[in-house]
């Protein structure tokens, strides 16, 4: 079964300074998607970004970017110029990319999380 | 847009009850995951529905179940509920199976007393 680990439960990062979140998988497949969510208080979970794992390059979306390393099984999140909405939950997600119309398991593997923490 | 509505936010029911939880998926989007929410089990995937039929299903016991509407709304139960139950529920919703993307809604919060 593919597993999920984000090793830092916490971090916390001043205004305007980056961090990285970490987080690796293990998997025995090669085709695959991996998720950085977000939740914040209001408990609903949003998707910050994706990574096709075929995909070399990595993905990016405005303040946030990711390192992907497919041989390492690593997926770390970078999040740059930090915000106070910014803090929140951050979980890290694995999908397969196996499943198709009728079959196969699509569901998400969340990571436990990282509790993020922005100071003024 | 509406988005993935999970109703109702909040409820306490009593060890032994059982419960219903109910999910509106984005208009137009036919496959609905539910998940459950923990600290101490974190989050782990209950079952998975497209077009009325169960797809896939999680490692629970089967006092949970659940079922999806031609509408592709749908509905999770819990029956004789013990005090472990106690979570948030979490409903996905997306467009197919094999949308790349699933959107949340905000969870039911169950607090089994």
């Known amino acids: 079964a593919q597993t999920v680990t984000q090793s830092q439960p916490e971090m916390s990062v001043q205004e305007a300074e980056t961090v990285t979140l970490s987080c690796t998988y293990d998997?025995?497949?090669?085709?695959?998607?991996l998720f950085w969510y977000k939740q914040p208080p209001s408990r609903q979970m949003i998707l910050v970004i994706r990574?096709?794992?075929?995909?070399?390059q990595n993905a990016t979306e405005n303040r946030f970017s990711v390192n992907f390393q497919k041989a390492a099984k690593s997926f770390s999140l970078k999040i740059s110029d930090s915000q106070l909405g910014d803090a929140a939950m951050y979980f890290c997600?694995?999908?397969?990319?196996?499943?198709?119309?009728?079959?196969?398991?699509?569901?998400?593997?969340f990571g436990t999380g990282t509790r993020l923490t922005v100071i003024p | 847009k509406a988005g993935v509505t999970q109703t109702p936010r909040y409820l306490i029911k009593t060890r032994g009850q059982q419960v219903t939880l109910s999910c509106s998926p984005i208009?137009?989007?036919?496959?609905v995951s539910w998940y459950q929410q923990t600290p101490g089990q974190g989050l782990q995937f209950l079952f998975e529905?497209?077009?009325?039929?169960?797809?896939n299903k999680g490692n629970f016991p089967g006092r949970f179940s659940g079922r999806q509407f031609s509408n592709s709304r749908s509905e999770m139960n819990v029956s004789t509920l013990e005090l472990g139950d106690s979570a948030l529920y979490l409903c996905?919703?997306?467009?197919?199976?094999?949308?790349?993307?699933?959107?949340f809604g905000q969870g039911t919060r169950l607090t089994v007393v």
């Open positions: 990574q096709e794992a075929y995909k070399q």
């Open positions: 996905a919703s997306s467009l197919t199976r094999g949308s790349t993307e699933a959107f």
């Open positions: 997600a694995y999908r397969s990319a196996a499943s198709s119309y009728q079959t196969g398991a699509n569901n998400l593997f």
């Open positions: 208009s137009g989007h036919r496959s």
């Open positions: 998997t025995s497949e090669s085709d695959y998607y």
């Open positions: 529905y497209f077009s009325e039929t169960q797809r």
